[in-house]
């Protein structure tokens, strides 16, 4: 157990919805890191959050954003879902945003889009 | 921009016996972390080993042990007497050092290992 959480393990929905997946990171952590796996596109870095701020970017469409709240939870929302959409989003999170440090995964949320 | 390859999308090997997974990676740059992650069906991902470029001492950790070949950019893990439970998918990963830069890992496509009893 990585000591980070994430919710819904397991997400099914429809094209054009939109969903909410929460990660809580490792107790201290102020960073914050999303990640999709696909079958097409492997693992790809998404956004990252450190401390409540957007720290860096990577491959996120604009229908989904992200946020990190006071507690340090994160959110990501996914918007006008695409059959496409369907992965498993990690989330993983870190002491600071420190180059040295190492990445911890939380389980991850399946989603299914239909 | 820096990748990762992993060109063996499958191996086997015989419980108790050694494998060798291969990983090479491509960058400009000289100072960087390079890890191996273990996927296994749970889908959980855990953390096996880390090497910083550095450091020529190759990391080991139990069974887990890597050969890092920085001037090759090759960056290959070795399991010492494979247990059923190292049964999973296996991705190398790049993560810069450098100042500033993005803190991102950036993950081969990954190598699916099964153990046979």
């Known amino acids: 157990d990585s000591g980070v959480t994430q919710t819904p393990k397991h997400l099914i929905t429809a094209t054009g919805q939109r969903v909410t997946l929460r990660c809580s990171p490792r107790?201290?952590?102020?960073?914050v890191y999303w990640y999709q796996q696909s079958l097409d596109q492997g693992l790809q870095f998404l956004i990252q959050?450190?401390?409540?701020?957007?720290?860096a970017k990577g491959n996120i469409l604009e229908r989904f954003s992200a946020q990190q709240f006071p507690d340090l939870h994160s959110e990501l929302n996914l918007s006008s879902l695409e059959l496409g959409d369907s992965a498993l989003y990690f989330c993983a999170s870190s002491t600071g945003d420190l180059v040295g440090e190492t990445q911890y995964f939380g389980p991850g949320t399946r989603l299914l889009v239909l | 921009a820096q990748t990762v390859t992993q060109s063996q999308p499958e191996m086997s090997v015989q419980e108790a016996e050694t494998v060798t997974l291969s990983c090479t990676y491509d960058?400009?740059?000289?100072?960087?972390?390079l890890f191996w992650y273990k996927q296994p069906p749970s889908r959980q991902m855990i953390l096996v080993i880390r090497q910083e470029a550095y450091k020529q001492q190759n990391a080991t950790e139990n069974r887990f042990s890597v050969n890092f070949q920085k001037a090759a950019k090759s960056f290959s893990l070795k399991i010492s007497d494979s247990q059923l439970g190292d049964a999973a998918m296996y991705f190398c990963?790049?993560?810069?050092?450098?100042?500033?830069?993005?803190?991102?890992?950036?993950f081969g496509k990954g190598i699916t290992l099964s153990v046979r009893p």
């Open positions: 107790s201290g952590d102020l960073s």
């Open positions: 959050y450190y401390n409540g701020e957007e720290r």
């Open positions: 960058t400009s740059e000289s100072d960087y972390y």
């Open positions: 990963a790049y993560r810069s050092a450098r100042t500033g830069a993005n803190s991102k890992l950036t």
